[in-house]
């Protein structure tokens, strides 16, 4: 770029410089990013990599509250089974009680929530599970919450129907409405070369 | 001096595409890009959304941003022709009202696909079911609110295109900036005590930007052929630009400052380059030096030529702009779905 160039008659270049470098910086500064509000993972327990001797629930703990409808959580063993068993969200805390573990072994939990602004968030929890493969008689017996008591299911299907009905109505609406407008704007063109100064005229 | 005079049809028509060309390519290729690299581990054991939904949602949301900014900026062409010549600018001034109706059909197309994506993206594993979705998140309450003003917008447009600009073109520009309101606000949570400012900042912001690169996608579409249209126009724009550079980077200062001293995850400093968000912060803002470069470049070489009716390369350096406004708006979509 030269200097020429960047100069006109009245503007000298050090102002030219001057406001062009603040102008940048001030636009490389500031340029601004949506807000972020997705929910974090603080903390999970057991922790990824971690090894436990025991397990009879996974906590995970987020920073902020946790819808408790979407919250979805899977523990598979290393035999590929399911081992989680239902599913608790309190404030920031999402508490899946768990089958006894059969083997020892690797262990993985996969979970999603639906964020506060509606946009999902997901992880991986990796962990090993030292315990012997029989668990203990007790402590069997305080594993069974009843499953559904406790558990947040995803919402059953509202009944609203109607709003496929009215999505559909929108989309035939606007299919109208590009068609009328496609004829409206054909006209013209084949009628003569300059259009009238105010289109009343045409329809 | 007509629209119509200076150049042959078919060099006219592709340079008036270029502009949007750029724009939208750019634009499409950032976020697909930006959406591969930032793409989350599944969760294991659990169904996921696939493909379709992973890259389509950040493409119809483009696509959503770019037809709501393009109704936005073709509702203002007439405010910045002005009234004083109607012969003149009529033949820019009724184009733009037709391409303002089919950008706000594509617009509201967009709002409709978006929200069925977004509802299968929620509960993955089944067929989405989008009253449930719009019932229980804002998100969808936002896509919806937006996609009937597009619609609202599509019909005052429609009326504009059948009784010219009786239709008030403030009342075009309204309904289109309306639509835009809900889309910043619903996805974002309020936990914390800025909040209301926060909202007020991130809209000015929103149609800010809209106003800027709807207006320089206008001027570059509809007027690059007609020297003295443009001649008239531009410093027009330019002044609106200004302003619009100013409430943006002000708004954009307090949320930004805001949300990276709030986050949770990381501490400041180091969050820019350890975490996704924060590295699509960095792209962003270099973009937006560049972006700055660019509006400087046309503000201070090309608009004192462009005042003299002199020929100038106006059209190629707003086309530059606009695909690096594209690459902006590209990663931006990312941001908000990546979040922090």
């Known amino acids: 770029m030269r200097k020429v160039t960047l100069t006109r008659p009245g503007l000298t270049l050090p102002i030219v410089r001057f406001l062009t470098v603040s102008l940048v910086l001030l636009a490389a500064v500031l340029w601004p990013v949506p807000a972020s509000a997705h929910n974090v993972l603080k903390g999970s327990d057991p922790a990824e990599g971690a090894s436990v001797p025991h397990l009879d629930r996974v906590t995970l703990t987020f920073d902020q509250p946790v819808r408790a409808d979407f919250a979805k959580l899977a523990l598979t063993g290393p035999d590929g089974a399911r081992y989680d068993a239902g599913l608790t969200v309190r404030d920031e805390v999402v508490t899946a009680t768990v089958k006894p573990l059969t083997t020892g072994g690797a262990y993985v939990i996969g979970w999603q929530i639906v964020s506060n602004d509606g946009h999902p968030v997901s992880g991986t929890i990796r962990f090993t599970y030292t315990g012997a493969g029989a668990a203990p008689a007790g402590a069997a017996a305080t594993l069974a919450p009843a499953p559904g008591a406790v558990s947040a299911p995803i919402p059953a299907a509202s009944g609203g129907s109607w709003v496929w009905g009215l999505m559909v109505f929108a989309l035939l609406m606007l299919g109208l409405a590009t068609w009328v407008l496609h004829r409206h704007e054909s006209r013209p063109r084949h009628a003569g070369t300059t259009p009238p100064a105010h289109d009343r005229t045409l329809a | ?340």
């Open chain 2, 1 to 340: 001096m007509t629209l119509l005079d200076s150049r042959p049809a078919a060099a006219d028509r592709r340079l008036r595409a270029l502009p949007l060309a750029g724009l939208t390519g750019a634009g499409l290729t950032a976020a697909v890009v930006a959406t591969w690299a930032t793409l989350p581990e599944p969760p294991f054991g659990l169904p996921t959304a696939g493909p379709w939904v992973e890259f389509g949602l950040p493409v119809t949301r483009f696509v959503l941003d770019v037809a709501a900014l393009v109704t936005v900026g073709l509702s203002l062409l007439p405010k910045l022709l002005g009234f004083d010549h109607p012969e003149a600018t009529e033949p820019a001034a009724s184009r733009a009202r037709r391409w303002a109706v089919y950008s706000a059909v594509v617009w509201a197309f967009a709002a409709l696909v978006s929200t069925l994506l977004s509802a299968a993206e929620v509960m993955p594993g089944r067929f989405p079911d989008v009253p449930l979705y719009v019932d229980a998140i804002g998100s969808g309450q936002g896509l919806v609110v937006s996609g009937a003003a597009a619609v609202f917008s599509a019909a005052i447009g429609i009326f504009a295109v059948r009784f010219g600009e009786k239709v008030p073109a403030e009342l075009r520009v309204g309904a289109a900036v309306f639509g835009l309101l809900p889309l910043p606000v619903t996805g974002h949570a309020s936990n914390w005590y800025w909040h209301d400012l926060s909202m007020v900042a991130m809209e000015l912001h929103v149609i800010g930007a809209a106003l800027w690169t709807g207006g320089l996608l206008a001027v570059a579409l509809l007027l690059v052929s007609d020297r003295e249209l443009l001649g008239r126009t531009l410093p027009r724009f330019s002044r609106l630009a200004t302003t619009a550079l100013l409430v943006v980077s002000l708004s954009g200062l307090f949320t930004g400052l805001v949300e990276l001293l709030l986050s949770p995850a990381e501490a400041f400093p180091a969050s820019l380059v350890t975490t996704h968000y924060g590295l699509l912060v960095v792209v962003k803002t270099v973009l937006a030096g560049v972006i700055a470069l660019l509006a400087a470049n046309i503000r201070w070489r090309l608009l004192p030529g462009v005042t003299a009716r002199r020929p100038t390369a106006f059209a190629a350096w707003a086309a530059v702009e606009l695909t690096v406004l594209g690459l902006a708006y590209g990663v931006a979509v990312v941001i908000t779905r990546t979040g922090g």
